[in-house]
């Protein structure tokens, strides 16, 4: 999916890797966290998650992550 969808899937509780990261690693919004602040799989939140994504590979290759 692209960065425009996966965006939608995380404002909507889904749990999203990409093709950049490692097996395991993903991304979340906490439920009920309206500041739409972004968690790693290791609970770490990413204020500037997007902001630190600019390069073109990031556009595209969003998964919702299933464990």
């Not at 790693?40 to 994504?53: K, M, P, T």
């Amino acid at each position: 999916m692209n960065i425009a969808e996966a965006k939608e899937k995380l404002l909507a509780g889904k749990k999203l890797t990409h093709g950049y990261f490692s097996v395991g690693e993903y991304i979340y919004i906490k439920p009920g966290d309206d500041s739409g602040d972004i968690y790693s799989e290791d609970g770490v939140c990413h204020d500037n998650f997007w902001d630190l994504r600019q390069l073109e590979g990031w556009n595209e290759d969003w998964e919702v992550y299933v464990i």
